[in-house]
């Protein structure tokens, strides 16, 4: 198993390939939006949060969405086609699949799950931010990237994203 310093390494020379512009600010660790928001004063951007959740049948999903979106997990998974209710993911699975520990879940994790077991299911609302900031494969830091470069590295990883309407007004 690589280390987090390795798999960051990893992430940023991906965006490099890809031509991908980041801004990464360096923070004490945060575990939850809560504890984050004084760190969000000083980076513009949306600030999000990431739902490992899996369904009945075992399928995985990460849905991110702006930090202070509202989401009925009693009905999301009419929202991304899931086999019945969604769950919380263990933390075991979370790094087994997604290479993070929770409190530190993001969509770069996508780098390192080269199975494709995770569909990433991207909230419309939050898409309308032209810059978007999550934790680079760990949440002592920050990193910044443009709406459709998450995009484009999320297809790069295999994981084309599903952009889907699910956080309620709030």
Request: aromatic letters at 6%; glycine letters at 10%; charged letters at 20%.
């Amino acid at each position: 198993m690589t280390t987090i310093a390795a798999r960051r390494a990893a992430l940023f020379a991906l965006f490099d390939r890809l031509g991908i512009v980041t801004t990464t600010h360096e923070h004490e660790a945060v575990f939850t939006v809560a504890e984050g928001r004084h760190v969000k004063e000083t980076i513009p951007g949306g600030h999000t949060k990431n739902l490992f959740l899996k369904d009945k049948k075992g399928r995985l999903f990460l849905v991110v969405a702006l930090g202070d979106a509202v989401i009925d997990l009693k009905r999301l998974h009419e929202v991304v086609g899931a086999s019945g209710r969604l769950s919380f993911g263990s933390g075991d699975l979370l790094e087994e699949v997604w290479g993070v520990k929770p409190g530190a879940v993001t969509p770069f994790g996508a780098l390192c799950d080269t199975g494709q077991r995770v569909t990433v299911v991207l909230d419309a609302a939050m898409m309308e931010q032209p810059v978007l900031n999550y934790h680079p494969l760990e949440n002592t830091a920050t990193t910044s990237i443009a709406r459709d470069d998450l995009v484009a590295f999320l297809a790069a990883t295999g994981h084309e994203p599903l952009i889907l309407p699910c956080s309620q007004p709030g």
